[in-house]
Every structure is written in structure tokens, then in C-alpha cells.
């Protein structure tokens, strides 16, 4: 078919012809509605049997009608939902341990540094970073006892800089069962340290 100026009454005619499909698609659109499409494919141009129009004109879908074309959608809609959470500001490690010490009433930051025998280098690194700086894990275990937080904050704080307790390590089972039972004060530290000694693990809170 040549080209030819398209009209209501040769529109679904013109576009069967692929010479005429650009002619059609700018016609549809300046003349109807803008679809509100992200792809367009082949099998869905135009349906025989439309159920909705625009403006009384002939329908032209773009990827609506096929359920692939509603996952299409979706997949897009998450897609774009999931760039929009990775843009926002995020809640890190630094932020829970600010969060917990407000929680708790902590205003001096070596009340913490020095209960946790970490340096004040260290816990200034820790709160000055961005999120990207992760301690060690032994270092989160000392900011629990010393923040003396619960089950759910300590494992909350773990998660924060990407741990979580193991059940198959000795060191992880007696540090959990200290935060279970409340224990943080200086002979809890020392208790925690020698069950570490005597399981040939590393002590936490004093030099070997």
C-alpha cells in the first residue's frame, strides 16, 4: 500500500501496512491520546474487539492488553520503585548506635568507646564514616555489651553492619546468652572473656 493520508475511516486498514506504521502511530497519538506505554510490541498493536477508546477513536494498544504486557508493567513499576529506595538516604550502622544511645540516655560518647575497650579512634571512625566503613564483628559484639541493649536491638545492630548471631560458634553463643540474661557490667565482661579464654576463642574485652 502506498502512503496515504490516514483518516478515522482508513486508520485500522493503513496500519496492516508496515509502509504506513509510523504514519499510523503519529496520527493515533497527535489526533487521540498519548498511550501511557513503556514498550510497544508487535502481537498488541490494535485489538478487533476493543473493550475501552479514546475519545471514540480507534484503539491503538501498546503492550496493554497481553498479560505479558501487564507483568511488563509491573516488573517496570518495581524497577523504578526499587531505584527510588536505593536514591534515598539510608539508616546505617553509625545512625543505630546514635539512635540507641538517645534510646538509652547515653550523652557522653567515651562512656561507650571505654566500656567497649575500643579507642576513641576507633569509635570515631565509626561514627564519622559513611555507611560503606563496616568493624569488625568482634568490635559490634563489644558496642551490644557496652550499649547494654536487648536481644532485638542487638541483633537489629548486627544487621546494620551485616552480621547476625551464628549458632554454630562458640563466641557468638556466649555473647547472645549474656545480652538474653542482661549482663554488662565489668564482671559480666570478664566472665565473657574467660568462657572465650577457656574455649580457645579470642577475648573480647581484655588483652590475652
Not at 509502509?19 to 498519548?34: H, Q, R
Not at 504486557?69 to 545512625?95: G, N, V
Request: hydrophobic share 35%; aromatic share 12%; charged share 35%.
Amino acid at each position: 500500500m502506498p502512503h496515504i493520508k490516514i483518516t478515522d475511516a482508513n486508520f485500522l486498514e493503513c496500519l496492516e501496512d508496515d509502509d504506513n506504521f509510523f504514519e499510523c502511530l503519529e496520527f493515533w497519538i497527535s489526533k487521540y491520546a498519548k498511550p501511557s506505554v513503556y514498550s510497544i510490541t508487535a502481537k498488541s498493536l490494535y485489538a478487533e474487539e476493543p473493550k475501552h477508546s479514546y475519545n471514540a477513536g480507534p484503539v491503538l494498544y501498546c503492550g496493554v492488553p497481553g498479560q505479558e504486557d501487564k507483568e511488563d508493567f509491573k516488573r517496570y513499576d518495581k524497577y523504578e520503585a526499587l531505584k527510588e529506595k536505593l536514591s534515598q538516604e539510608k539508616h546505617c550502622l553509625k545512625d543505630e548506635i546514635a539512635t540507641l544511645m538517645k534510646a538509652k540516655h547515653i550523652t557522653k560518647a567515651s562512656d561507650v568507646y571505654k566500656t567497649a575497650w575500643m579507642s576513641c579512634a576507633l569509635f570515631k571512625k565509626i561514627m564519622r564514616s559513611d555507611e560503606n566503613y563496616i568493624p569488625d564483628k568482634d568490635t559490634v559484639f563489644k558496642l551490644c555489651i557496652a550499649l547494654q541493649v536487648t536481644l532485638d536491638e542487638a541483633n537489629k545492630l548486627l544487621s546494620y553492619a551485616g552480621y547476625c548471631f551464628n549458632p554454630s560458634q562458640n563466641k557468638d553463643i556466649i555473647v547472645k546468652d549474656f545480652i538474653e540474661n542482661k549482663k554488662f557490667d565489668k564482671k559480666s565482661q570478664e566472665d565473657i572473656d574467660k568462657l572465650l579464654f577457656e574455649t580457645n576463642g579470642k577475648v573480647l574485652f581484655s588483652k590475652e
